[in-house]
């Protein structure tokens, strides 16, 4: 670890609080008093007391949600391990802004918010409404060959996520869910799977966005080789994978998770690509863990390995692999619903119902 990532790492972890374990002890003690057999609510109990000790006093307070997609490019796709052109990233922005993506129209559904972030599109929008423009460079540099960003880069894009972060706050955002769009995430997300948890390459690397077996070999391949090239062991320091195998877009999400759990706001991770951005968040902070929820688990192997990693269990299992947010907006109706239940079912005693016998 260098110096520089070790003063980061230290000044992050000291702003980071874990929720409330006072708050946590309170939320299942009146759990247990609600009209119902204990713990027959299951999973919906425990999402209920994990947004109580985030939210402390104010767990009765309306839910005011959003999505943030993030987008950018990956120099690695010029090595051959996606079925799709790079171009698709920039083509698909402009789908988001034309509200014609999938996460735009569950977005509308649920009443959830939706911010799209330019962090590295290989594309000049020229200032396009609706835009979040925060650029920090034309995508990334092939890991294969070289580290995909330079310290300044990777700092600048944390420090987007984490501005992010800060105007989520600002907006009174309480549940926020984290996405992205970039071709070639996949290859990023798998190289840091592996760096950070050990696990063999072809284990937690998928087809993505739908290889055919010739095209899956070579993209395991070109990991390995950016692992071999880049890392003397595993596992290395985080914010060292991030700056030689990550994204720009999974850069700026580790900033705007670890800038969310700062602010004590809910975060609901999308798939495999924001679950590698959690993963590096939460090696830099661990008590990140207690603000995050796991929208959903897809179809990529190597995204079970990162929740079990983080200690997070998915709330949907849908075999969704599309990203963008999708999953976690998916889940948020279901949180909404567990705190609904906690806030507003009648107790034992205020219904004046018996309860079990000992």
Not at 115 to 126: C, I, K, R, T
Request: charge should be negative; include cysteine.
């Amino acid at each position: 670890m260098n110096t520089s990532s070790q003063m980061i790492d230290s000044k992050i972890m000291l702003t980071i609080e874990p929720p409330s374990q006072q708050w946590l002890m309170r939320a299942r003690a009146r759990l247990d008093q609600l009209t119902k057999p204990l713990g027959s609510l299951g999973t919906l109990e425990d999402l209920a007391a994990q947004m109580v000790s985030i939210r402390g006093e104010a767990f009765a307070e309306p839910m005011r949600k959003a999505v943030y997609v993030f987008a950018a490019d990956h120099g690695v796709t010029a090595e051959g391990v996606s079925a799709y052109p790079s171009e698709v990233t920039r083509q698909m922005v402009l789908n988001f802004l034309s509200h014609g993506a999938a996460v735009n129209v569950l977005a509308k559904l649920h009443r959830v918010d939706i911010n799209v972030v330019d962090v590295g599109v290989d594309a000049d929008f020229d200032r396009i409404d609706g835009l979040l423009h925060h650029k920090v460079r034309r995508g990334t540099r092939s890991m294969m060959r070289e580290p995909a960003m330079s310290a300044n880069e990777l700092s600048e894009a944390l420090d987007v996520g984490s501005k992010l972060a800060d105007s989520a706050m600002e907006n009174s955002y309480n549940l926020v869910a984290v996405g992205e769009m970039g071709i070639g995430n996949t290859t990023a997300a798998s190289a840091i799977t592996s760096a950070l948890t050990r696990e063999p390459v072809n284990l937690i690397t998928g087809k993505g966005t739908g290889l055919n077996a010739e095209t899956l070999k070579r993209k395991c391949l070109v990991i390995e080789a950016a692992l071999a090239k880049h890392f003397d062991s595993l596992p290395a320091n985080p914010l060292d994978v991030l700056r030689c195998v990550g994204g720009l877009e999974i850069a700026a999400m580790t900033g705007f998770i670890l800038g969310l759990a700062r602010h004590r706001i809910a975060v609901v991770v999308d798939g495999f690509i924001s679950a590698a951005a959690a993963a590096i968040a939460f090696a830099i902070a661990p008590q990140v863990s207690g603000y995050l929820f796991a929208g959903h688990q897809s179809e990529e192997p190597g995204h079970r390995v990162l929740l079990e990693y983080i200690g997070l269990k998915p709330i949907l299992a849908l075999n969704m692999r599309l990203g963008e947010g999708t999953g976690a907006v998916l889940a948020m109706p279901i949180l909404e619903s567990a705190l609904c239940l906690y806030n507003q079912m009648a107790t034992f005693e205020s219904a004046g119902v018996s309860e079990a016998k000992d």
